[in-house]
């Protein structure tokens, strides 16, 4: 808390608002992450990188041989460029349509290959849940120059809706290591290659086959990564959420945890309301939110542990990703109580 009543002097002193400005706000006017979950983020990098210990972040377990930790500089004569034009219809002869996909934190590309407008083959995969759709994206070209230099093609055409991933293979000073690794394997590729960019879902049917084939494949167990993951993956899965919650998300969770609020029971004792649940059961009240209400399953399923049944309401919150379940749960029950009271107002 101190940290924070440091860092909010400086806030006042950027953003030039009154001192009666909650420091919240004052982080989001001025852009700067609350400086506590900044020493965190630090502390589980020293841990990444010199202790050797894992990191789980939003219920996904980042190993410390996953992270980048520094960027390949490449000596000028071996920067690559690729240039890229947009997409022909009338081109002919090898056509490799390539798609990346993430939904529901469920990562997957595939690629589609026409031979003369004939649909001659097809591959798709899964990436870790942490990668993203621009990483799908570069392992969706890598696969499709794989199938290349299989089959020994003179001429082929790789045709992709990411105008991101053409500009990053155009761009001779990118260092990223996907890209970098990605121009490497083009530069030994034998056959000649063309890139191309074709606009998202405008009916195409080579475009929109290797989307299907991308959502479809997201239900398959992930395959091990094939590069390791740059720094600012971390940063953004850790402080970000964090960050979301806020002080809404304090303000639930004391809510929940006190029985307050909204909650049935609540009501009842303070303005002699209904201290019934809207599932029907006769008292709603904390224990009852969180273990019993089947309204929240959906919610509990996704956020809780499995035995959360037997787990104490202290521990629950003292896991990241329940906590932010039982907030999100409390943040509808709001919103539903401030919207009876419009209903009510407008009759």
């Known amino acids: 808390m101190k940290v924070l009543q440091l860092q909010r002097i400086g806030l006042l002193n950027v953003t030039k608002c009154y001192s009666s400005v909650p420091t919240d706000a004052l982080h989001v006017l001025a852009g700067i992450p609350p400086l506590d979950l900044k020493l965190k983020h630090d ?25 980048s930790f520094l960027k390949p500089i490449l000596p000028p004569w071996n920067c690559a460029s690729f240039p890229w034009t ?22 997957a590309g595939a690629f589609v290959v026409y031979h003369n407008s004939i649909e001659t083959d097809h591959s798709t995969f899964r990436l870790s849940d942490h990668a993203t759709v621009y990483m799908a994206e570069l392992f969706a070209i890598y696969k499709a120059i794989e199938f290349l230099s299989l089959h020994h093609f003179e001429e082929a055409h790789i045709i992709t809706d990411s105008r991101s991933v053409l500009q990053a293979l155009h761009n001779v000073n990118n260092i990223d290591p996907l890209v970098t690794r990605l121009k490497n394997i083009i530069c030994c590729l034998k056959c000649k290659l063309h890139l191309h960019w074709i606009k998202a879902h405008v ?20 395959l091990t990564f094939w590069w390791t993951l ?14 979301q919650i806020g002080k809404i998300g304090g303000t639930s969770q004391r809510r929940l945890i006190t029985g ?14 209904s201290p019934s649940c809207q599932c029907g059961h006769p008292t709603e009240d904390r224990h009852h939110i969180i273990y019993q209400c ?6 509990r399923s996704k956020h809780l542990p499995p035995n959360h049944n037997s787990i104490d309401i202290h521990l629950i919150f003292a896991n990241s990703k329940s906590k932010m379940g039982l ?21």
């Open 86 to 107: 947009p997409f022909d219809e009338n081109l002919q002869g090898v056509l490799i349509f390539t798609d990346g996909s993430k939904m529901d934190n469920k990562v």
């Open 203 to 222: 009916g195409f049917a080579g475009n929109e086959r290797a989307d299907f084939l991308a959502n479809l494949q997201r239900i398959i167990p992930p």
């Open 230 to 243: 740059p720094l600012r993956l971390l940063k953004g899965s850790f402080i970000g959420p964090y960050w």
């Open 294 to 299: 089947p309204l929240w399953n959906s919610i």
């Open 260 to 273: 307050h609020g909204t909650i049935g029971a609540h009501q009842a004792r303070l303005f002699q309301k």
């Open 43 to 67: 502390l589980r990098l020293f841990q990444l990188k010199h202790c050797n210990k894992e990191l789980c972040s939003n219920g996904i377990v980042i190993q410390p041989t996953s992270l």
């Open 327 to 347: 907030i999100e749960i409390m943040k509808i029950k709001l919103q539903s109580a401030l919207q009876s009271i419009e209903d009510e107002d407008e009759t």
